[in-house]
């Protein structure tokens, strides 16, 4: 299992940010025009992406942070991966607080057991699928992306097993898959944009 510090990849999330170029073909018309990308980003996923995406949470957590006013829908997706990166890394410091000192019962502390392997697979995930979404392998940042929407919903339904139970990451749970679901939603947006931008090259 590698173990990878937050700081150190938050930097190299922000060198990348810095440093990539807004693509100057058709698919720029996906970025900023205005102060509002935001808004407009989260209300197009809500309506035309999934039932499950949250206008309100995508909302409030991208404007949480001041550069998604100004930024294009490419750093807009990145956001969404190094909050989830960071959700993640908070999630596995509670899980062990919780197996080391949480009063839960044995079944819990093995479901616990297992959110944390998940979690920890995660974070490496997560930084693949940005490395994936850097170098435009938009299809293999859906894969890693929705790998780890998917980790947090086995961690959820591994304490749904036994009557009872409560988790106690539901929260936890919910936000990542989340700001995973932001970050898929750009992916597949940019996806579309590459397919009709070589659809008429042949054309």
Same mark, same amino acid.
Not at 6 to 31: E, G, K, Q, R, Y
Not at 86 to 97: F, V
Not at 157 to 183: C, M, R
């Given at each position: +299992? ?43 996923c ?28 490419h750093?807009l997706?990145?956001?969404?991966m ?20 949480g009063t839960?019962?044995?079944f819990a502390?093995?479901a ?30 859906n ?5 780890? +929407? ?17 988790s ?15 970050a898929?939603?750009i992916?597949? +947006?940019?996806?579309l944009?590459?397919? +009709? ?7």
């Amino acid at each position: +299992m590698k173990h990878i510090s937050f700081s150190s990849i938050a930097l190299c999330f922000l060198f990348f940010f810095l440093v990539t170029p807004t693509p100057n073909n058709s698919i720029s018309t996906l970025d900023a025009s205005t102060i509002d990308i935001t808004n407009r980003t989260c209300k197009k996923c809500a309506e035309e992406y999934s039932k499950t995406f949250s206008y309100d949470f995508c909302i409030s957590s991208l404007q949480a942070i001041p550069v998604s006013h100004v930024t294009n829908i490419h750093g807009l997706a990145i956001i969404g991966m190094e909050l989830a990166l960071e959700n993640a890394t908070n999630t596995i410091s509670t899980i062990k607080y919780l197996l080391s000192y949480g009063t839960l019962d044995r079944f819990a502390l093995v479901a616990l057991q297992d959110c944390l392997e998940l979690y920890e697979d995660a974070l490496v995930t997560i930084v693949d699928g940005v490395a994936a979404f850097l170098t435009e392998h938009y299809s293999v940042a859906n894969v890693k992306v929705s790998a780890v +929407m998917e980790a947090s919903t086995t961690c959820e339904e591994g304490f749904s097993d036994k009557t009872g139970v409560v988790s106690p990451l539901t929260e936890e749970n919910h936000n990542l898959f989340q700001l995973s679901d932001i970050a898929l939603c750009i992916i597949h +947006m940019l996806s579309l944009a590459v397919y +009709m931008v070589k659809k008429k090259e042949v054309l």
